[in-house]
């Protein structure tokens, strides 16, 4: 399953049934699981680890070091989970020793081509970056977020579940859960309303987080009055209890 082309280091360890296209590259410290396929001409640098049944598309540099001048060769680490999708010219960059010194991918996420995931980045599962979304370094994106085509994101920011940015957003603060976003500098315009019912949240529960959301930026509340009435709501509604606790984990303030 290994093209005769491929160079595959001694030192990396391929489960059976991994496939390696003409001419990638496969080094030292690279790990992959069942089920996986690695297409033509991408190189893949270790101290990598890649879950199953997983697919690179062509051209992508997976495990390179990262962009941060302050990397002088530390052993740091890039784990990939099960089942993602990485398409063309996408680059994902190992972890730094100024942060835990790893980046991490979760499982069923979807990279479009010349996606970009910095050094000490966290991506959760079930999340879309649409083609030439990048992420700065220590940049979390947590499950089932979209970023749109062309999306910017800073470094440090969050990026809650179920949001959505638009395309050519410019993102410099943290975006919470179920919130749609868009423009430079990004504005709030709304909840992820059609993203949400096709995840199937209920009607009640989406006219509860719309009122959640009324709350944080209609209703004149200080950051702290609109917490506290969304732990409120939530004892009823718990798709309420992973916004309350970005909320008051933010650390780069939200956009508003």
Same mark, same amino acid.
Do not use: W
């Given at each position: 399953?290994?093209?005769?082309? =491929?160079?595959?280091?001694?030192? =990396?360890?391929?489960?059976?049934?991994?496939?390696?296209?003409?001419?990638?590259?496969?080094?030292?410290?690279?790990?992959?699981?069942?089920?996986?396929?690695?297409?033509?001409?991408?190189? $893949?640098?270790?101290?990598?680890?890649?879950?199953?049944?997983? &697919?690179?598309?062509?051209?992508? /540099?997976?495990?390179?070091?990262?962009?941060?001048?302050?990397?002088?060769?530390?052993?740091?680490?890039? !784990?990939?989970?099960?089942?993602?999708?990485?398409?063309?010219?996408?680059?994902?960059? &190992?972890?730094?020793?100024? @942060?835990?010194?790893?980046?991490?991918?979760?499982?069923?996420?979807?990279?479009?081509?010349?996606?970009?995931?910095? *050094?000490?980045?966290?991506?959760?599962?079930?999340?879309?970056?649409?083609?030439?979304?990048?992420?700065? %370094? *220590?940049?979390?994106?947590?499950?089932?977020?979209? +970023?749109? %085509?062309?999306?910017?994101?800073?470094?440090?920011?969050?990026?809650?579940?179920?949001?959505? /940015?638009?395309? %050519? /957003?410019?993102?410099?603060?943290?975006?919470?859960?179920?919130?749609?976003?868009?423009?430079?500098?990004? !504005?709030?315009?709304?909840?992820?309303?059609? %993203? +949400?019912?096709?995840?199937?949240?209920?009607? @009640? =529960?989406i006219r509860e987080i719309r009122r959640a959301y009324k709350i944080i930026y209609k209703s004149g509340?200080?950051?702290?009055? =609109?917490?506290?009435?969304?732990?409120?709501?939530?004892?009823?509604?718990?798709? $309420?209890?992973?916004?309350?606790?970005?909320?008051?984990?933010?650390?780069?303030?939200?956009?508003?």
């Amino acid at each position: 399953m290994i093209h005769a082309s =491929a160079l595959v280091d001694p030192a =990396a360890e391929l489960a059976d049934g991994v496939e390696v296209g003409a001419f990638s590259i496969v080094g030292a410290g690279v790990q992959i699981d069942a089920g996986t396929v690695i297409g033509p001409h991408v190189v $893949l640098k270790g101290p990598t680890r890649i879950g199953k049944n997983n &697919r690179i598309y062509q051209f992508s /540099s997976v495990g390179e070091d990262p962009q941060d001048k302050k990397y002088v060769g530390e052993p740091t680490r890039l !784990e990939i989970g099960d089942r993602n999708v990485i398409r063309e010219f996408t680059t994902l960059h &190992r972890g730094t020793a100024q @942060d835990r010194g790893v980046t991490k991918i979760g499982n069923d996420n979807l990279f479009m081509a010349y996606t970009h995931v910095a *050094h000490d980045c966290v991506v959760g599962n079930g999340v879309i970056m649409a083609n030439a979304a990048s992420l700065a %370094g *220590h940049v979390h994106v947590h499950d089932c977020a979209i +970023l749109g %085509g062309f999306s910017l994101v800073h470094q440090f920011c969050k990026i809650g579940k179920y949001s959505f /940015s638009a395309m %050519g /957003s410019v993102i410099a603060r943290d975006i919470p859960p179920y919130v749609m976003v868009g423009g430079s500098p990004t !504005e709030p315009h709304g909840i992820n309303t059609v %993203g +949400l019912e096709r995840r199937g949240f209920s009607g @009640d =529960a989406i006219r509860e987080i719309r009122r959640a959301y009324k709350i944080i930026y209609k209703s004149g509340y200080k950051l702290d009055e =609109a917490i506290a009435l969304l732990a409120d709501m939530a004892t009823h509604t718990p798709e $309420l209890a992973c916004m309350v606790e970005f909320l008051r984990q933010t650390g780069r303030s939200i956009v508003r």
